[in-house]
């Protein structure tokens, strides 16, 4: 296919600029952390949890991604929660540290444990 039928074709179609998961995830996390109450002296899996859970259900798939992989989310806010960093930082780290435990292979034990933490 030629470049002028392939935009013929595609120049229709709506781009989505969020359009990947990737993205989406970090832009999720980052503003549930603008909405942070104060600072924490130790990992606000808390905050975390009660912010996600309360995600409207127009934001779709993410709000169900976040809460059936609470458990990696989890354990990336306490691995990569460091109070010393500066605030701004702390999207991109836990965006980063969750989306490699989500995608890594998981034993039996591992996923038992993922689906009694998930959250509904």
């Not at 606000?44 to 809460?67: D, H, N």
Request: net charge positive; hydrophobic share 35%.
């Amino acid at each position: 296919m030629q470049w002028r039928q392939s935009y013929t074709l595609c120049s229709g179609m709506p781009y989505e600029l969020d359009a990947h998961p990737h993205y989406r995830a970090w832009e999720t996390l980052r503003k549930i952390w603008r909405r942070r109450p104060t600072e924490f002296a130790k990992a606000p899996v808390e905050f975390f949890e009660s912010s996600v859970v309360s995600l409207p259900k127009k934001t779709g798939y993410m709000r169900q991604f976040l809460c059936e992989n609470w458990r990696d989310l989890r354990l990336a806010i306490e691995q990569s929660w460091n109070a010393k960093d500066p605030p701004e930082y702390v999207p991109f780290v836990l965006t980063t540290t969750f989306l490699n435990l989500q995608s890594r292979q998981k034993n039996a034990v591992e996923r038992v444990l993922a689906e009694q933490e998930k959250l509904t």
